[in-house]
């Protein structure tokens, strides 16, 4: 999937698409999901550009990996998820059924999401 300058995500970084953002780094944009599964869905971004998991993780500088893990460290804080938890999903590309062609990941919470997938 290549990188679209045009995604959703993209103009979000450049404010010219609202969100209501909840948490921010120099690495990190957190913004509510404006299609909630759960009590709390927030969606995670790297502010470069970065079309999936695979291109982060080649990519990405070390402080820009670890202004993620500080994000999600934040969020479960920030909602007080610590003892009762919460599902953190990133999609890859056609089988991974990515949408937007920007890294994100979904953190979920605030009820219990049931079962991930029957295997």
Do not use: W
Request: charged share 25%; net charge neutral.
């Amino acid at each position: 999937m290549a990188y679209n300058k045009n995604n959703i995500f993209a103009k979000i970084l450049r404010r010219e698409a609202d969100a209501e953002i909840v948490y921010e780094n120099d690495h990190v944009l957190c913004f509510n999901d404006i299609f909630p599964k759960s009590k709390i869905h927030v969606l995670i971004i790297p502010k470069n550009e970065y079309s999936n998991i695979y291109d982060f993780s080649k990519n990405s500088s070390i402080n820009e990996k670890e202004s993620i893990f500080v994000a999600f460290q934040a969020l479960i804080d920030l909602f007080k998820l610590d003892k009762k938890g919460c599902r953190i999903i990133t999609n890859h590309d056609v089988d991974g059924r990515q949408e937007v062609p920007h890294l994100h990941f979904h953190f979920l919470g605030g009820q219990d999401l049931g079962k991930m997938i029957n295997i």
